[in-house]
């Protein structure tokens, strides 16, 4: 703690005396009560904690329940950036993986405090302190130099203080304290000679409380032993009754098809790809054209008539959005409306195989999709589209490839309330990386909710064990003639409800 107290305040000198410190970013992507999306933070101190305390240099208030007190840490050490989780109870997540003890950040990376708190990016900075306005540098100086180190600065200064002032003080007092002191001495030593009486008596109440309490205690243990005897007796009859149990009954954990659900996760596995954008492309016409650090992490399958499958928003995010989402993808939603065309190149590996697909290839329906107009705050106008989660949160792209998931389209619209499901997917990107011999989907289950599709044409689901990441993925249902693929994974609602998109709906 001293040495980051003493780097903390060598570096905000340095940083009020002109010399030129790196900086970095962290740019809100989140709106709570003390920060709005799309603000920035700059960083010029060597280390910097996240969380709900005070003294944290990014602090957040209650509304940010998930958030711990200190959750996380930001530190630099050399050229590198390194990002730390703090809790022991909320993960810190770095593009949707959770951080195990420190990760080292790249330009553009998305810290995010816990599974539902806010989030941050991580972005480089050209220039250091040097160029700052003199006011910049003060108030980031007090903000992560002082502020997190309040107790320690002011101690400091007090220490400086106080050297300086009790020479004095105490000569000026001295004279009148021995004369005092003399007078309470007297009273102390009559006081003194009163406890002492009170003490003795105390001392022997308690000895007569104890010889008591030694007494029943001897008591209530044979009382003990005895209940103990008895109940070891008893555990040793079931012990004996659950061994005759467990040899009787043998339990084979068993779909309704007759597969184990490890048989299908086997048979289907390799036809569910974890998708990551590796290309994100702007051209703007006339051979200008613009390469964007901007990407994300999904979920897609492969049936059996070539067809590779996902959710829309898994494609086309940029419609997906609404009053929290980050300015960036309300830039490039309404880029596309201005006519600027995307090249959009997405890697697909499964634990076989891995293949790219490209957003022009994309077959999807966007005919419902809502166009509206807004004023930009500098005297435009701005136009977005906007997409709704329902039933035509689908998309595919058709392709040659083989595969042997097949799907239903009637029952997939027909299904009854309390049937079982099984999903599978790549969770806040667990299971997913860039070699495909490291690549495996998870599996969980979940309960149909009701009859058929709701209001919306989706299907609704509860015991939702599935979560962000998982969009795009496959919804399976045992049928007589083996698993069927019957939906696709589109949304959630709070811990427990899931929507998906019955695969009947695609064109």
């Not at 809790?87 to 420190?102: C, F, H």
């Not at 005759?244 to 779909?255: G, K, S």
Request: charge should be negative; glycine fraction near 10%; proline fraction near 3%.
């Amino acid at each position: 703690m001293a040495a980051r107290v003493t780097k903390a305040l060598t570096t905000g000198m340095k940083v009020l005396g002109g010399g030129n410190v790196p900086a970095y970013t962290l740019e809100h992507l989140t709106n709570s009560r003390k920060h709005k999306a799309g603000t920035f933070e700059t960083i010029v101190i060597p280390y910097i904690e996240l969380g709900r305390d005070a003294t944290c240099a990014i602090s957040y208030s209650d509304d940010m329940g998930t958030v711990s007190r200190r959750h996380a840490a930001i530190e630099r050490n050399g050229s590198d950036i390194i990002v730390k989780n703090l809790s022991a109870s909320n993960p810190t997540l770095v593009n949707g993986r959770p951080v195990k003890n420190q990760y080292f950040l790249n330009n553009g990376d998305e810290i995010q405090l816990s599974l539902e708190g806010p989030r941050v990016r991580y972005n480089v900075t050209s220039t250091g302190t040097a160029k700052m306005g003199v006011t910049q540098r003060m108030n980031l100086v007090m903000q992560q130099a002082v502020r997190p180190y309040r107790a320690a600065v002011a101690g400091l200064a007090m220490a400086f203080v106080v050297a300086g002032s009790i020479g004095a003080f105490f000569i000026f007092r001295q004279s009148q304290d021995i004369t005092v002191l003399a007078e309470q001495n007297e009273e102390l030593q009559a006081q003194a000679d009163s406890t002492a009486a009170e003490q003795k008596r105390a001392k022997e109440e308690f000895q007569a409380t104890i010889a008591s309490l030694e007494a029943k205690s001897m008591e209530d243990l044979k009382k003990l032993r005895s209940e103990n005897a008895s109940l070891a007796s008893m555990v040793q009859n079931l012990g004996s009754q659950n061994r005759q149990i467990q040899e009787d009954v043998t339990v084979v954990a068993t779909a309704p098809s007759g597969q184990t659900l490890s048989e299908v996760y086997d048979a289907v596995k390799e036809n569910v790809y974890f998708m990551s954008v590796s290309k994100f492309e702007l051209d703007y016409g006339g051979g200008e054209k613009e390469a964007i650090d901007f990407g994300w992490t999904c979920t897609g399958f492969l049936v059996d008539d070539g067809k590779f499958v996902t959710a829309r928003h898994c494609i086309q995010g940029w419609r997906f959005i609404n009053a929290e989402s980050p300015e960036a993808m309300i830039f490039l939603n309404s880029l596309e409306q201005e006519g600027v065309v995307f090249d959009v190149v997405i890697d697909c590996t499964s634990p076989t195989n891995s293949f790219q697909i490209s957003y022009k290839d994309t077959k999807l329906n966007d005919k419902k999709d809502e166009e509206i107009e807004g004023d930009d705050g500098e005297g435009g106008t701005i136009r977005v589209k906007l997409a709704a989660l329902d039933n035509n949160d689908w998309a595919y792209v058709p392709t040659s490839r083989s595969s042997n998931l097949k799907y239903d389209r009637a029952l997939s619209k027909n299904l009854k309330a309390g049937d079982k499901v099984v999903v599978l997917g790549y969770s806040y990107g667990l299971g997913g990386s860039g070699n495909s011999a490291n690549v495996a989907p998870l599996l969980s289950e979940s309960t149909v909710a009701q009859n058929g599709v709701n209001g919306e044409g989706s299907i609704s689901l509860t015991n939702r064990n599935f979560g962000q990441g998982n969009s795009g993925g496959p919804v399976l249902i045992s049928t007589p003639d083996g698993y069927r693929a019957i939906g696709i994974v589109s949304a959630g609602m709070g811990a427990e409800i899931g929507f998906i998109v019955p695969i009947g709906e695609i064109d």
